[in-house]
């Protein structure tokens, strides 16, 4: 069984929304995470080969100046890819961060074997009276720590992993699963919010 707890958290930092319109990576930040314990991370800026608007130098705080002597994306992303493996990801919105993994991949040509889970798409159905989804929110509604500057790719993984590690345990102390599989957040992301009460209740031991 995979388990949820042994994964790679990632997030990308964009030049904009979709990689269909010419937008590109120009951050990646992952964690991964083995029987959840953290035991490696990634983090580099990238050349998109162009200049970013100044929108998103002031959404991320990442400036032409810093991406000028930055690696181009293709040689972060070929390194990246090894550092996946063959590794499950999540991500905070994760079909969002899969078009870029895909996009910069397949430049490349590289493959990765793992499959996705959405922290995000978890986290409607288990902090139902959550402001909103947005991470930033729901660190502070799970009460998680945090100090830095959300929009940075690193930190984003970091705090991913961190809520995905709690929303794991919660799922433990309700329902008594452990080990949780990849395959059951999978499942949950896919269920109805009205109906994660359910099925739950019908895999406890």
Not at 31 to 46: C, D
Not at 142 to 152: C, E, L, N, T, V
Not at 179 to 200: C, D, G, Y
Request: hydrophobic letters at 40%; charged letters at 25%.
């Amino acid at each position: 069984m995979s388990k949820a707890n042994t994964v790679v958290v990632l997030d990308f930092e964009t030049t904009g929304l979709s990689p269909v319109n010419g937008d590109r990576a120009i951050e990646i930040g992952a964690v991964r995470i083995e029987e959840g314990e953290i035991t490696g991370r990634f983090q580099e800026l990238m050349n998109p080969g162009f200049q970013v608007s100044s929108f998103i130098e002031s959404y991320t705080g990442i400036t032409n100046g810093m991406l000028k002597n930055a690696r181009p994306c293709e040689e972060v992303m070929s390194e990246f890819s090894d550092f996946i493996g063959s590794h499950n990801l999540v991500a905070h919105n994760a079909s969002f961060d899969k078009r870029f993994l895909d996009a910069e991949l397949n430049r490349l040509p590289k493959k990765y074997t793992g499959e996705f889970s959405c922290s995000m798409l978890l986290a409607r159905r288990l902090y139902k009276d959550a402001a909103n989804h947005k991470l930033a929110t729901l660190v502070n509604h799970a009460k998680i720590p945090s100090d830095g500057d959300f929009h940075r790719a690193l930190y984003d993984s970091e705090v991913t992993a961190k809520l995905w590690l709690v929303m794991l345990e919660l799922i433990n102390s309700r329902y008594g699963l452990s080990p949780i599989s990849f395959a059951l957040t999978q499942k949950l992301t896919k269920t109805p919010a009205h109906n994660v009460e359910k099925v739950l209740n019908r895999i406890m031991p």
